[in-house]
């Protein structure tokens, strides 16, 4: 092994506990009135023919701003985004954690145990990126398709030792990590004091 | 900053000037202090015994200085003192809280449950046991944000005891705010009072109230 391999490796085994040490997730979002909403995203919601009324929002995110369309469909809550000119980003919907393969419901139980010394769900979420077609036959029949992307996306209270939070995590569909957000709670002064 | 006072067992009303400013700060990722003034001035007072008049009358301060521990995730232990200010007295009071938050859809939710001890040279020490809930309402969006309006609701029952005599007293407060940014917020509410409900002489006291939060 010579020197620059050596250095490297310090390098690297400095900066790994880094690697998945949680970003801080900032999001601002505000109603939209649906007419502010481009045309092709609400056809696409119009093709679906939601059971519940459609709430639309304005997400800002660091990663850029997206229009979101929330409703119910088939006893599920959804949450469908979209970008600025209507292009269909995921589709998301509400699970509970049975509804998690066991396999990988599995691995995800090991990761947060490795992670934290207590945890418990707040949110499960499943993401789907996919084409038109593929995710309204997700979205009316509950079919997903082989050729769709599948994440989890999971909210849940972490306890590491001294600190407990609120963390985002981004699961892909084998149950390793893709993400760790750690959320940015609000002031709550107002409520308080 | 305004207040009407309606006493109707007294078939009294009046009208004051209640401003409030409260000051929050985080010390550290577990502790964060918080200091209150708040004042009374009266400036109108009409009792149907006595004809109706605007008089500027100056009721009372309150300044207060709280300690918080975070607890938990969303839970805090809070000391606290607080020093009132009249005109022919100073009381002061000593206070102890436990808050928590929840969340219910897009509303969050804050419970409060407190005991405080007034002390005053001129009146028996009262004992107070109360338990406040708060919620909250983003007006655009599920979440508040900057720059936004929200809908706060809050409702609180206070027992208290002085001198063996035990009262009720119930609160319910609906006020809008908004969010200036991201440390500041205005308030502007409807303070209801129920009084003495144990006595069978409930007195409702209103107070419109405007709490600048910084």
């Known amino acids: ?193 | 900053m305004s207040a009407p006072k309606n006493v109707y067992a007294q078939s009294q009303t009046r009208i004051g000037i209640l401003p409030s400013i409260n000051y929050n700060h985080k010390i550290n990722k577990d502790w964060d202090v918080n200091f209150k003034y708040e004042s009374r001035h009266f400036v109108f007072e009409n009792n149907s015994l006595e004809s109706s008049n605007f008089k500027y009358e100056y009721s009372l301060s309150d300044i207060s200085a709280l300690v918080a521990r975070k607890a938990g995730l969303n839970s805090k232990f809070v000391l606290g003192f607080l020093t009132r200010i009249e005109p022919d007295a100073v009381s002061y009071r000593t206070i102890q809280q436990f808050i928590f938050q929840t969340k219910i859809e897009s509303f969050r939710v804050a419970h409060r449950i407190a005991t405080d001890q007034t002390f005053s040279s001129n009146e028996a020490t009262e004992f107070r046991l109360r338990y406040r809930v708060s919620a909250e309402i983003p007006l655009s969006g599920q979440k508040l944000d900057v720059k936004e309006f929200y809908f706060k609701f809050n409702t609180e029952v206070l027992n208290s005891i002085q001198d063996n005599v035990y009262d009720l007293e119930f609160r319910i407060v609906p006020n809008i705010g908004y969010v200036i940014n991201g440390q500041q917020k205005i308030e502007l509410g409807l303070d209801n009072r129920f009084e003495s409900f144990i006595n069978n002489q409930t007195s409702l006291i209103s107070w419109i109230t405007i709490n600048w939060f910084l």
């Not at chain 1, 029949?141 to 599948?150: G, I, L, R, T």
């Open chain 1, 1 to 193: 092994m010579n020197k620059t391999t050596i250095i490297l490796s310090i390098v690297f085994l400095l900066l790994f506990p880094f690697v998945l040490k949680a970003q801080h997730k900032y999001e601002s979002e505000y109603r939209m009135k649906s007419e502010l909403i481009p045309q092709s995203a609400k056809r696409f919601i119009d093709s679906i023919g939601p059971d519940s009324k459609v709430k639309w929002y304005k997400e800002i995110s660091l990663s850029g701003v997206s229009f979101e369309a929330k409703f119910k469909h088939k006893k599920k809550q959804f949450s469908i985004e979209f970008d600025t000119l209507g292009i269909l980003q995921d589709v998301e919907f509400v699970i509970k954690k049975s509804e998690i393969a066991p396999k990988v419901y599995n691995k995800i139980e090991d990761k947060l145990d490795s992670l934290y010394q207590k945890w418990k769900f707040q949110k499960i979420q499943m993401n789907y990126v996919g084409s038109h077609n593929d995710l309204i036959t997700l979205i009316n029949k509950n079919e997903p398709s082989d050729a769709m992307k599948v994440s989890y996306e999971i909210v849940l209270k972490g306890k590491a030792p001294g600190n407990t939070q609120l963390f985002e995590i981004t699961f892909n569909d084998q149950g390793e990590i893709q993400d760790i957000q750690q959320i940015v709670q609000d002031k709550a002064d107002h409520l308080e004091y």
